[in-house]
């Protein structure tokens, strides 16, 4: 750490002179341009950026299928506008990779290829992304998926089964979006301030994304499974709803808290949320009671699905201690 003394210049005007070894790196010099940010009592300071638009380049020659697929993903959410992938020759299976990771993010197309090369672009402008709606979206879908996979199996409904293990995708689009997000206000002050939410709020709200995105998987393993069973036992299923009903509570009033203004109302959300965990762990105890006087197989899979009921409340505690956490007084810097 350096520091500074502040000096006036012209009876009125503050200065303070910046690192040498700093500027040199940044290619600050006498006459550029930079930027400052303010962020509660403290002030950031970056060099001025001319590009809008980050590119990025990966060597793809060694990669394929799922291992090429993620690459591709890694570098968007890294922050990469436009990502061109470079290989001695782009083959069929890769070029299949490639649109399968295009079609898996938000915004992003092809917008050129050839014999070795491929380019795809964000075509998002990311100052119209939000990291509010975007968590939003994320809980609306995830919570609806828990309901419907519940649904499927003690309706026996297989296209609902269907229809929730389809909108984990959705739900992956979002968490990858709010991923991006996030990753570039921890870059650049200058994120946070087109977002309009501090970095602070900024990793709350990721890290409750990352929660919902765990409760819609346990969402598509439950369809999963209720697609293997058949009908099930009638007081095995309503005990299975009233789990669901719990969990979905939890989840509700835990996200109720995060998005509240008023501190006082967050807290009281929020403690609630995390009593009704512990509640839920004594009803999932009852109805692994309830369990072993079924059939063995069927009991094991309806085992796994009280177990992701039980752990899609535990995330909804978990996004109610970070709604806590935001509410709470913060520190000076």
Same mark, same amino acid.
């Given at each position: 750490m350096e520091t500074r003394k502040v000096q006036v210049t012209g009876g009125s005007t503050y200065t303070v002179s910046l690192p040498k070894e700093w500027a040199t790196e940044n290619g600050v010099s006498s006459g550029s341009t930079v930027e400052l940010y303010p962020e509660d009592e403290a002030l950031l300071l970056t060099p001025h950026s001319e590009s809008e638009r980050e590119e990025g380049t990966l060597d793809v020659s060694d990669l394929e299928g799922e291992r090429l697929t993620r690459a591709v993903m890694t570098m968007y959410v890294s922050g990469f506008d436009i990502i061109r992938l470079e290989a001695g020759r782009i083959t069929t299976d890769q070029r299949r990779a490639i649109r399968s990771a295009t079609q898996s993010l938000v915004g992003v197309e092809v917008l $050129? #290829? @050839?014999?070795?090369?491929?380019?795809?672009?964000?075509?998002?402008?990311?100052?119209? *992304?939000? +990291?509010?709606?975007?968590v939003r979206r994320m809980r609306l879908i995830a919570t609806s998926m828990l309901e419907d996979a519940v649904t499927a199996l003690v309706e026996n409904?297989?296209?609902?089964?269907?229809?929730?293990?389809?909108?984990?995708?959705?739900?992956?689009?979002?968490?990858?979006?709010?991923?991006?997000?996030?990753?570039?206000t921890l870059r650049s002050p200058r994120a946070a301030e087109e977002l309009g939410v501090s970095r602070e709020d900024c990793f709350?709200?990721?890290?409750?994304?990352?929660?919902?995105?765990?409760?819609?998987?346990?969402?598509?393993?439950?369809?999963?499974?209720?697609?293997?069973?058949?009908?099930?036992?009638?007081s095995v299923a309503e005990a299975l709803v009233a789990l669901q009903d719990d969990a979905a509570d939890v989840l509700?009033?835990?996200?109720?808290?995060?998005?509240? $203004? #008023? @501190?006082?109302?967050?807290?009281?959300?929020?403690?609630?949320?995390?009593?009704?965990? *512990?509640? +839920?762990d004594e009803h999932t105890r009852h109805i692994d009671d309830m369990l072993r006087e079924q059939e063995p197989v069927q009991a094991q899979s309806l085992g796994l699905i009280v177990d992701s009921l039980s752990r899609s409340a535990d995330y909804g505690g978990n996004i109610a201690e970070t709604a806590l956490q935001k509410a709470a007084p913060r520190p000076r810097s």
């Open positions: $050129e #290829e @050839t014999t070795d090369s491929v380019v795809i672009q964000d075509l998002l402008d990311s100052s119209e *992304l939000s +990291i509010v709606n975007a409904d297989d296209d609902i089964a269907h229809d929730v293990i389809e909108r984990d995708d959705d739900v992956d689009r979002l968490w990858l979006v709010v991923s991006r997000i996030f990753r570039a709350d709200f990721h890290s409750s994304a990352r929660q919902l995105e765990r409760v819609a998987d346990h969402a598509a393993k439950i369809s999963q499974l209720a697609l293997k069973l058949e009908e099930i036992p009638e509700e009033k835990a996200m109720d808290a995060l998005f509240v $203004e #008023e @501190t006082d109302e967050a807290n009281a959300l929020g403690h609630a949320a995390r009593e009704a965990v *512990l509640e +839920i």
